[in-house]
DNA sequence: GAAGTTATATGCACTTAGTGCAATATTGCA
DNA sequence: TGCAATATTGCACTAAGTGCATATAACTTC
């Protein structure tokens, strides 16, 4: 990691790495399945801690209510210097930025999976289909927020607002016709 | 295309692709940037017509209706059996499934650009950013199950079916308290 | 049509990631 | 100590991708 962040991602070779880590380069491979799994790797830590609070949630609440209060409670270990620096190495190169969007799209698999298991009312599933995809979609752009603005307020923040604008925001009274609510269009195509 | 179809992607080399289009293996490079662009720059022409699609929405509607209508405009392009077994593919190795998802967040983000272009408003701007989520996600989650069901119904339907429950689902009344409404929930965790 | 100029195609040598296999070192245990 | 399981290593190999110099085609201008 610190070879990472000294010299950037690529510029990296896996002798260099192996050769500070004292191990061989084969050896590397027997750790890790490639180079840009040193990174994803660290990330999946705070999955587990992800999981066991959403489901240590109370009963008694919409499935999307459950996701946001069980993520909440372990954002915070997102927080950290580490973390922050590997986020900033996740978007150094177009593969390692897919292999982000590609966990993303990991632990909305797994989301949904749990989601079902809870709630396994084969009418909801649907529901739960897209409460997992605007939960984690949520938990990305409350990350991405918190990135671009250099981590200045707590992670939770930008979560907190980015769930209250899920429910009051574009789609609350989608279908319904609220146009423009006196907000002037100022396209500049035709 | 038709090798990769044949024998999957990586039996396919650099190689075979190059004598297979008659040229050399190092005029490949000046097509694409590496074999996994062959999968990716397909679906990038479509992406074009979908923009184009939304700048000729009316206005008076909300973001989220104006590229929900847009989408539906184009999303017939998709359905082609080139394009299935585009998707086939890219569900066949880890790195293609991230490329995949992270072609996704690059549509998002062009997606958000264009919607900001159109309602400059800046006390939207965490609105726009919140709808090309919700778009794209929908999008994604549509394409998923046509996929999942083997593109018996059209793409188009699952699109509508999806939008749909955004409106009506999970996030319907969120923060409002409606416990599960007569479902037992049947977790297997404690 | 010849000369020159630009863009495209190619060959070659090279770096690096990643794999298979067999040999060696290490650890744990009876 | 002796033995078995596991971890580590070296080596040879494949395949992706890059830099560079060269050749070939295409296009312009006189």
Partial sequence: MSLFLAHGFEAVTLDAIAAAADISRRTFFHYFDSKEDILLAWESEAETAFFVAIADEPEGRTPLETVRDGLSKVVCRYETDQAMGIDRLLRSTEGLRARKQGNYERKEQALFAHLIARWPNPER??????????????????????????????????LNETFAGLGSGPHAGFGVNKPEDGITPGGNKT
């Avoid at 739960?128 to 923040?157: H, K, N, V, Y």
Wanted: aromatic fraction near 6%.
């Fill in 125 to 158: 599933r649907r529901d739960l289909r897209l409460t997992a995809m605007l939960a984690i979609g949520a938990l990305r752009l409350a990350a991405e927020e918190w990135s671009a603005d250099g981590g200045q307020r707590p992670l939770i923040a930008y």
